[in-house]
T-cell receptor, first 112, second 116 residues
Framework: LAKTTQPISMDSYEGQEVNITCSHN???????ITWYQQFPSQGPRFIIQGYKTKVTNEVASLFIPADRKSSTLSLPRVSLSDTAVYYCLGSHGSSNTGKLIFGQGTTLQVKP | DTGVSQDPRHKITKRGQNVTFRCDPISEHNRLYWYRQTLGQGPEFLTYFQNEAQLEKSRLLSDRFSAERPKGSFSTLEIQRTEQGDSAMYLC??????????????FGEGSRLTVL
């Protein structure tokens, strides 16, 4: 599974767009990029997943350039409730185990 | 609620005691995972089951740790002779195989262990 690197922390203000970039230089051909969100005292929650180009759902957008060596999670107009830790992970598209390896994540603090 | 359920949510024990955590996955999910998370760190993989078979164990899982999933449904994680370093949040997750694996694991809210 791809080793990922992302900023340890970010600050933002309510209403702003937040972009969190993740580097995954050694991503394998069959790896997907998956993002999870974790609030204090809760388990992580799946946000979005993509292979390349752009994916959008009701929560976020995910941008993956053609070389797939990085990806950017975009959260539009954040609110205080978006304060959480965000994890970028590589996961197999046709998995043997489904196991996910988490890094330290990015702690996003949204201020009023 | 049909999500992943973990019990107990909180456990305080004295060093040397045994503790057991239970996880009930989403009913149709055949894969079940245990993770451990300490403050400020991401979840660390411990072990996983496909149905009742334990297919992988991390080197983090010392001999004092044992996990079972006897009938391929709920799972238990037992820690014997607890140490203060075992204090952590123990997370259970489940997923379903078949078709394209999206990598989505469904996590429970965790069982927080404090060893005094």
């Amino acid at each position: 599974l791809a080793k990922t690197t992302q900023p340890i922390s970010m600050d933002s203000y309510e209403g702003q767009e937040v972009n969190i970039t993740c580097s995954h230089n050694n991503i394998a051909t069959n790896d997907y990029i998956t993002w999870y969100q974790q609030f204090p005292s809760q388990g992580p929650r799946f946000i979005i997943q993509g292979y390349k180009t752009k994916v959008t759902n009701e929560v976020a957008s995910l941008f993956i350039p053609a070389d797939r060596k990085s990806s950017t999670l975009s959260l539009p107009r954040v609110s205080l409730s978006d304060t959480a830790v965000y994890y970028c992970l590589g996961s197999h598209g046709s998995s043997n185990t489904g196991k996910l390896i988490f890094g330290q994540g990015t702690t996003l603090q949204v201020k009023p | 609620d049909t999500g992943v359920s973990q019990d107990p949510r909180h456990k305080i024990t004295k060093r040397g005691q045994n503790v057991t955590f239970r996880c009930d996955p989403i009913s149709e999910h055949n894969r079940l995972y245990w993770y451990r998370q300490t403050l400020g760190q991401g979840p660390e993989f411990l072990t996983y089951f496909q149905n009742e078979a334990q297919l992988e164990k991390s080197r983090l899982l010392s001999d004092r740790f044992s996990a079972e999933r006897p009938k391929g449904s709920f799972s238990t994680l037992e820690i014997q002779r607890t140490e203060q370093g075992d204090s952590a949040m123990y997370l259970c997750a489940s997923s379903v195989t078949g078709g394209v694996d999206t990598g989505e694991l469904f996590f429970g809210e965790g069982s927080r262990l404090t060893v005094l």
